[in-house]
């Protein structure tokens, strides 16, 4: 069966403009979750989505958004882009909610210039 | 000072010997996650435990609730092991608390 799914694979921005990412899940699996990963923070949540609904959120401004569609495919969304926004940016997904047995995508890598 | 803690950060092993990657978390939890991340980025999750002993082939994973330690041990290491090795824990609201990763080099 199919992993899941992140579109783009890479991208660069500027400072300033904003980025869509998306995450398709495993058939099947309803939950998602966000995670970014820097070189000087590591792997930190951002959020997780079960049935359209934000379950939780982590330690990011607001800037940091995201959503959950009825077919379970995620979306986060970051605005006005900064220099410290470059990550790599993965999503994982789970058949339920709260961090069970989660697959991770190959992830979104992002540059801001 | 981090919830989650790794040790070591760096290792280097020969093939064939036996790997032990360490961690330990300063919260109640209510399941450890190991995960294995290799070069490009890509995370697979080797183990979810909330008490005791998994293994999977040559991996096997421990915990120790009361002194909130948990040990990841691969047996007859091979290069295709080389990797980072992240531990990660879930409390009471479900969402992962990543420690910082171990950098194992597996030379042949």
């Known amino acids: 069966k199919a992993g899941v799914t992140q579109t783009p694979r890479y991208l660069i921005k500027t400072r300033g403009q904003q980025v869509t990412l998306s995450c398709s899940p495993i058939s099947g699996h309803r939950s998602v979750s966000w995670y970014q990963q820097t070189p000087g923070q590591g792997l930190q949540f951002l959020f997780e989505y079960f049935s359209e609904t934000q379950r939780n959120k982590g330690n990011f401004p607001g800037r940091f958004s995201g959503r959950q569609f009825s077919n379970s495919r995620s979306e986060m969304n970051v605005s006005t882009l900064e220099l410290g926004d470059s990550a790599l940016y993965l999503c994982?997904?789970?058949?339920?909610?709260?961090?069970?047995?989660?697959?991770f995508g190959a992830g979104s890598r992002l540059t801001v210039l | 000072k981090n919830e989650v803690e790794q040790s070591p950060q760096n290792l280097t092993a020969q093939e064939g010997e036996f790997i032990t990657i360490n961690c330990s978390y300063s919260v109640g939890i209510s399941a450890l996650h190991w995960l294995q991340q290799h070069p490009g980025g890509g995370i697979v999750s080797l183990f979810m435990l909330s008490s005791g002993k998994k293994k999977h082939g040559r991996l096997i994973a421990t915990i120790n609730i009361q002194e909130k330690h948990s040990s990841l041990h691969i047996t007859a290491s091979h290069p295709r092991d080389s990797a980072v090795y992240i531990c990660a824990v879930s409390g009471s609201a479900r969402q992962l608390t990543f420690g910082s990763g171990t950098q194992l080099t597996v030379l042949p």
């Open positions: 994982a997904s789970d058949r339920v909610a709260g961090a069970n047995v989660l697959t």
